[in-house]
């Protein structure tokens, strides 16, 4: 039985304009009724998954930065920002990316988009300085080793005492993969990368906030 | 005829407990399609504007501080720091107020809750430091002389050249009196106070975002 459901926001929860499914809205608040945990992570930072939580009406932390910052009555940080921050002024003194607006409110983590076709040598450099790069195919990402979704998933099984196989992950992209783990339960909206699909138990009809309500609405199942 | 509709956010788009009502998202997406400019203005703080500007899809500048902030591409603040937070260091040191978590993103305000029945003591003591204290029913703002949603709506007006009935504020507390100009078109919830009502063009039927969503359906009666 599934306890806790932990999903992506940008293409899971939204469509690719960022607009999120009024129906998933209304559907998280439906399984959060019948007594089940529903936590969110993304590469977002932490204020924004504030508003998410509160007008949403999350009823477990969320997570920031790919996991990195999480939000429950205050703000936790995970990580350190030295790392990221060095390498984010390395890239764009290159010439090699640009600064997303909000990078003024990342704890442990830059965001960038890359210039000059260099998206490839900037995460073969990022390597040689112990981090990693993710892209939530919304924006790019700068993180230190470890900080990824999994990270999340991970602290709120230990939180609730959970069981893996008692955890629903749900996401689109290619940095949710660190979620998706072996015995965890794994669903997908149809505009899921081929790579995440292949993972999952399920796969929904549709895509985006509808094809994750339509797997809400299954959860009983999984 | 309305171009632009300026809303408030916390008991207006919102539910008492801050839960966004999906219908007014759905309905605030239509009138934009029909070619109405709409704005948001709360007490909250500039990166949860981004959030809501973002997931729900708003087509013009949002504002958050009471007015204080903007978000358009780039965050503009158009007030101080400088005296809200001398102000908020004199009364938490006093033990007058205590903090707000959402304080850490402020830029041009400080968020409080009163303690010890001090709410009319902090009021008092505000203006002799020409500041001014917002109550948006959901929490207590220390702001600047003149940084109120009047300030939003009259940038507005300049930026898209409307004119004042060219212009619809919805909002239900103390804080969205500044807006509410006489030539300015005016429409509350049921669930607004009192003194709005009475200034109200349009007093909906209903409270909430249901009521704001009957309000945005009968936009072009305005």
Redesign the interface.
Known sequence: MIKLALLDVDGTL?DK????S??V??TI?DVQKSGTLVSLVSG??I??????K????INAPVFGENGGVMLD???EVFFSMEKPKRFFDEITGKGMAGNL??N??RLCSMGYFPKNGSEDEIISLSGKHDLEIANSGFSWHILNRGQNKGYALNYLRKRYSLDLDEILVVGDSFNDIPMFLDKVKKAVPANAELQLKKKADYVASVPYGEGVTEILQKISRF
């Open positions: 939204t304009t960022r607009l999120i009024t129906k809205v209304e608040r977002n930072v204020p924004a998954m504030y508003a998410l509160t007008f949403v009406g009555a205050d703000v607006m909000t003024q409110w």
